[in-house]
């Protein structure tokens, strides 16, 4: 298996302000990195793919203005909440592709639970 | 976006029951891949199909790729209670970065 980690776990904040979340591949690099939203009850749905090292593509209907995307490095990327609104409000997961094998799988991340008041 | 059919949507059983569960889409996707959910957690990774005709095994749980590539099942034989929680499929229609695809999830609760 691979190992992916979020942070932070959950987190709160009020309606205006902007909320970061990193995603790590911990024991491998990850050349892509995708994020997803999932509401209470529903599937994930894809929000964007995040490429080391170029523009993150966006999944049709995401703000790329308010779902900022940042992937700096083999091993990092970063999903930032500009301006966040109760709507918002959602469980944020990445995943992460192993390279170097023909047989492609993607490893999430253990979620972010974010509250805006 | 683009969903799979995955049915059913939830299932109440009895420990020790077999269960089984499934996904179909109307296009071709080249890899399977069924995961598990619990509560306030990512989706972790149960098995990975990569072949159309493939049946694999991890433990209890079996998945095969439908000979079409356009479905894919699930079966969990002598359930436990550890087993409960939410199973996706998803496909991947081509290699490299290729995005994934879910179904709708199937809730899976054991009465014990």
Known sequence: GAVVSQHPSRVICKSGTSVKIECRSLDFQATTMFWYRQFPKQSLMLMATSNEGSKATYEQGVEKDKFLINHASLTLSTLTVTSAHPEDSSFYICSARKPGTSRETQYFGPGTRLLVL | ?112
């Open chain 2, 1 to 112: 976006g683009q969903q799979l059919n995955q049915s059913p949507q939830s299932m109440f059983i009895q420990e020790g029951e077999d269960v089984s569960m499934n996904c179909t889409s109307s296009s071709i996707f080249n890899t399977w891949l069924w995961y598990k959910q619990e509560p306030g957690e990512g989706p972790v990774l149960l098995i990975a199909l990569y072949k159309a005709g493939e049946l694999t095994s991890n433990g209890r749980l079996t998945a095969q790729f439908g000979i079409t590539r356009k479905d894919s099942f699930l079966n969990i034989s002598a359930s436990i209670p550890s087993d409960v929680g939410i199973y996706f499929c998803a496909g991947q229609k081509g290699e490299g970065a290729q995005k994934l695809v879910f179904g709708q999830g199937t809730r899976l609760t054991i009465n014990p």
